[in-house]
């Protein structure tokens, strides 16, 4: 009995585990393919911020997003655009379709700042 138990338990651990380390569906992190972008916005980010409060964007104009990190270890998540940028996907070209506010937060655990690590992009 407790074989069974440790072998069904051994299952569900392993399947956890490779769910986690499945590999990301890359257009979450590639954004618009052959799509030239007539704007570029540069987002730095250094421990516990971005180098701006908001960031503006013009509504249906494509736009290179470009992630630089210049202190600690960062990532940028902008659920709205459908956009995640890091170390190894440093920019992608979007193409904001409504107006408004969207948040952007920091995409890595950075430390005691984490939480706080967060910004704005308002679509015009």
Known sequence: MKKTIALVLSSVLLVILSACGAAKDSSNSQGETNVTPKAELVIKASNYKFD??????????????????????????????????????????VTPKETGEIEIACSVMCGTGHSQMISKIVVE
Do not use: R, T
């Open 52 to 93: 701006q409060q908001v960031y503006h964007l013009k509504k249906d104009v494509p736009v290179k997003i470009v992630f630089e990190n210049e202190q600690g270890n960062h990532g940028v998540l902008i659920p709205k655009l459908n956009l995640q940028l890091d170390s190894e996907h440093k920019s992608a070209v």
